[in-house]
Structure formats: structure tokens, C-alpha cells
């Protein structure tokens, strides 16, 4: 069971922002969007693994997702 803090939607592409911190993507996914590593449309709430601890935002355009990370150092 999920709470989720953030819901994003554009262009057929929603990315969902857990209360710990995860990413849930789905839509359509036709340039990658959904960042699963494959060209798939997602109709269910996969985990998207970004590589870092904790996401604090998500935010969706026509073609792709963007989230905000914690303890990512530039």
C-alpha cells in the first residue's frame, strides 16, 4: 500500500511521487518516458529506480519525466 504525495499528468504520461520517496510511471511511453529501459506502454504503477535514495519531485511534459533528487551532489 502506497501513499502518494504528488500526481503529474500530461500527454498520455502519469508519474506518481510516493511518500517515501518512490516514482511510479505509466501512459504511453512511446519515447521512454516512463524510464523502464524499454518502449512499452505502462497501464499499471511500475517502481522507477533512479539510482538515488529519495525523489522530492516529479514533474511530467509531452515527452518525458523530471524528478528533483535527494543526496545527489552536481
Do not use: I, M
Amino acid at each position: 500500500r502506497y501513499t502518494f504525495t504528488k500526481v503529474a499528468c500530461s500527454g498520455g504520461l502519469t508519474a506518481a511521487l510516493s511518500s517515501t520517496g518512490q516514482v511510479f510511471c505509466f501512459g504511453v511511453n512511446r519515447f521512454g518516458q516512463c524510464g523502464t529501459g524499454d518502449l512499452k506502454e505502462r497501464y499499471w504503477f511500475p517502481s522507477v529506480n533512479v539510482g538515488v535514495p529519495r525523489v522530492l519531485d516529479v514533474d511530467v511534459g509531452l515527452q518525458h519525466a523530471l524528478c528533483l533528487c535527494d543526496g545527489v551532489s552536481a
